[in-house]
């Protein structure tokens, strides 16, 4: 299946992955700092397609923070092969467990100094405690792609066939596009539950 990943993105986006010798390397806390992003792919085919309708080289993200002298990783979680759901902080050490149990490709990506100074973790906490167990967030998942009404989505797409597309879906798994598109859209427009094409519409 990886293979076969890795030749869709090349043929739908340009981008090789290239191998890379599988290293299970444990970086010591000292490296890490507030805010750093924890960048992260599988090659199951899901982060893949994240991957081509955002643009982007992760189908996954997270950061660090230092709580109470203790590093920890950040992240929004709702995966079969994860211990835990919803949004959630995880030891360090116990994280990378996890990550390497899931068959994660992790990339640590610190902040520029800049960055960093402009970081107020006390601000970013107060927000995290906030929100921490709350649902995963697939009301928001699709607006990394489509968030214009055709600028922005991924090469041989159109608002015309995602349109119908979600129309089709929802006939077959019609949960699905309520958590994905019907509550997103309801939220932005102040509506009730309605199909995906009278969405369009309004908007």
Request: with cysteine.
């Given at each position: 299946?990886e293979r076969?990943?890795?030749?869709?993105?090349?043929?739908?986006?340009g981008?090789?992955?290239?191998p890379r010798?599988?290293?299970?390397?444990?970086?010591?806390?000292?490296?890490f700092k507030?805010?750093?992003f924890?960048a992260?792919?599988?090659m199951?085919?899901?982060?893949q397609?994240i991957?081509?309708?955002?643009?982007?080289?992760?189908?996954h993200?997270?950061?660090?923070m230092?709580i109470?002298?203790?590093?920890?990783?950040?992240?929004?979680?709702?995966?079969w092969?994860?211990?835990?759901?919803?949004?959630?902080r995880?030891p360090?050490r116990?994280?990378?467990?996890?990550?390497?149990?899931?068959g994660?490709?992790v990339?640590?990506?610190?902040?520029t100094?800049?960055?960093?100074?402009r970081?107020?973790t006390?601000?970013?906490m107060?927000?995290f405690e906030?929100?921490?167990?709350?649902?995963?967030?697939?009301?928001n998942?699709?607006?990394?792609?489509?968030?214009t009404?055709?600028?922005?989505?991924p090469?041989?797409?159109?608002?015309?066939?995602?349109?119908v597309?979600f129309g089709v879906?929802?006939?077959i798994?019609?949960?699905?596009?309520?958590?994905?598109?019907?509550?997103?859209?309801?939220?932005?427009l102040g509506?009730?539950?309605?199909?995906?094409?009278?969405f369009?519409?309004?908007?």
């Amino acid at each position: 299946m990886e293979r076969a990943n890795v030749e869709w993105m090349k043929q739908a986006t340009g981008y090789e992955w290239r191998p890379r010798k599988d290293i299970n390397l444990l970086l010591d806390e000292k490296y890490f700092k507030d805010g750093d992003f924890i960048a992260i792919t599988r090659m199951d085919g899901l982060d893949q397609i994240i991957e081509y309708a955002t643009g982007g080289h992760a189908g996954h993200c997270a950061l660090t923070m230092w709580i109470d002298g203790q590093l920890f990783v950040l992240e929004s979680q709702h995966a079969w092969y994860w211990p835990k759901i919803n949004i959630q902080r995880t030891p360090y050490r116990e994280w990378l467990k996890n990550a390497w149990n899931a068959g994660y490709h992790v990339v640590h990506v610190p902040l520029t100094e800049d960055a960093r100074s402009r970081l107020n973790t006390d601000a970013a906490m107060q927000w995290f405690e906030k929100v921490e167990g709350m649902p995963y967030g697939f009301h928001n998942f699709l607006f990394g792609a489509l968030d214009t009404k055709k600028d922005n989505l991924p090469p041989l797409l159109d608002e015309n066939l995602v349109a119908v597309g979600f129309g089709v879906v929802e006939k077959i798994i019609p949960s699905a596009i309520d958590s994905l598109w019907n509550e997103a859209m309801n939220k932005r427009l102040g509506t009730k539950v309605i199909l995906p094409k009278i969405f369009f519409q309004k908007a």
